[in-house]
């Protein structure tokens, strides 16, 4: 029998949470959050690798480079700059609070509105909506020796079913 598509993503909910959930100490208060994310090997400049990705060579992107910013001490910038296949761009940009605060997404085709989660330095955790609905959760994990990082990006599918893809990046600075 198929479990259930609630049962599916509670189980995957968790299996996300039970790594963090050893971390949590008085220190990680919102009082000492901002230097948590001031000291995020994220920041900076990825660049997507795009030959790994699971599709035609013809049909894949031309680049994709993330960026996240430091825009206080609560809030970062993501800015996303595509040059697709047939040579159009895309360049989307938001800035959001730290803490899962919904904010907007401006310019991009998969989403309006953004939510974030920085629940150790080297992992992000977005949410990404579109006219309310939601349509993709990404984790952003930094590998050790800070310059490759995984995306891993999880959409719903076909008949509710999630779907799960995994992208590599490499840092540009």
Known sequence: ??????????AFVAAL????TFAATPESSATAFPQHAAASPL???WSLDTSRMRMPPEQRPKSVIFTFGHASDT???TRVDIVYAPGNEVHSSGT???DGTPSAVKNSPE???????????????MAL??????????IYAVLPGDQSMVETAVYPGKEGVPVMKTNYFTRVR
């Open 96 to 98: 959001a609070a730290l």
């Open 1 to 10: 029998m198929k479990p259930s598509l609630k049962v599916v993503i509670v």
């Open 75 to 77: 809030k970062w910038t």
């Open 129 to 138: 909506l579109k006219k309310g609905v939601l349509v993709s959760t990404r």
């Open 43 to 45: 920041l900076g400049s």
């Open 111 to 125: 989403a309006d509105t953004g939510a974030v989660k920085l629940p150790a330095p080297g992992v992000l955790v």
């Open 17 to 20: 949470a039970s790594p963090f």
